[in-house]
């Protein structure tokens, strides 16, 4: 049985959220998916290692920017722009807690971050 709970984080609330949250899963790895209409589903990164995630609020011109590194010398950067929805969610399944979080924009795109939480990156 699994149990999946999902909650907004308001546009005010991205900034201190995105700081604590990267604090939290600095290094673990992680899958992240594209799903725009006008390229279907896409693999951005899979197994990399998250670096952080921050939001520069700028009326017009939002964005978010998703670090990531294969290595300490190896780093990748995905910019979303015009985010209009964060959501976080967490599922407990029988293998352990899953986190993704979701990142809508304005021309109907969504970023998936998934998380396998509770695992120690080193030792996968």
């Avoid at 005010?12 to 998916?33: C, I, K, M, Q």
């Avoid at 969504?110 to 396998?116: E, K, Q, S, V």
Wanted: hydrophobic fraction near 45%; charged fraction near 25%; glycine fraction near 8%.
């Amino acid at each position: 049985m699994s149990i999946t709970m999902t909650e907004e984080i308001s546009r005010a609330r991205w900034p201190d959220f995105f700081n604590a949250f990267s604090l939290g899963h600095e290094n673990w790895l992680v899958t992240v998916e594209i799903f725009a209409p006008e390229i279907g589903a896409q693999v951005e990164a899979n197994s990399l290692r998250f670096e952080g995630i921050n939001a520069d609020l700028k009326a017009g011109q939002d964005r978010i920017m998703i670090s990531l590194g294969e290595a300490f010398d190896a780093n990748i950067t995905h910019m979303i722009s015009a985010p209009t929805h964060v959501r976080i969610e967490r599922s407990e399944l029988e293998r352990g807690t899953f986190e993704t979080l979701q990142i809508e924009t304005e021309g109907g795109a969504t970023t998936l971050i998934r998380f396998l939480a509770g695992v120690d990156p080193d030792t996968v």
